[in-house]
């Protein structure tokens, strides 16, 4: 049984920083596409990064150049390192695992929630100006 555990979550002060760790089990990280995605307060839920098997990534305009995903084989753990934060980051951030590659252009699997078969439980990131 698939299993995604986010962590990492928490409360800090616009500009600080936080690193999400998303734990897989029964599930390699580096095989298909994965993704972080957030749910604002009263809003739906959006893009925030994605990373294909061969390592490319895209980011949503609001955070490129500020929020860097990553992986590491070994630990079999995907990463979502977010930096210079604003109170508009505040959010449930989610994990999610494809079956499939990520779609072509790249920022398609932002768009494209059904494409994401497992979900993680979400952590609250809360950013205070």
């Known amino acids: 049984q698939v299993q995604l555990v986010e962590s990492g979550g928490g409360s800090v002060q616009a500009g600080g920083s936080l690193r999400l760790s998303c734990a897989a089990s029964?599930?390699?990280?580096?095989?298909?596409?994965m993704g972080w995605f957030r749910q604002p307060p009263g809003k739906e839920r959006e893009g925030v990064a994605s990373?294909?098997?061969?390592?490319?990534?895209t980011y949503a305009d609001s955070v490129q150049g500020r929020f860097t995903i990553s992986r590491d084989d070994d630990k079999n753990t995907l990463y979502l390192l977010l930096n210079s934060l604003k109170p508009e980051d505040t959010a449930m951030y989610y994990c999610?695992?494809?079956?499939?590659?990520?779609?072509?252009?790249?920022?398609?699997?932002?768009?494209?929630?059904?494409?994401?078969?497992?979900w993680g439980q979400g952590t609250q990131v809360t950013v205070s100006s």
């Open positions: 999610a695992a494809s079956l499939r590659y990520c779609r072509w252009p790249l920022r398609l699997s932002l768009v494209r929630q059904s494409d994401y078969k497992y």
């Open positions: 029964a599930y390699t990280v580096s095989s298909y596409c």
């Open positions: 990373i294909n098997s061969d390592g490319e990534t």
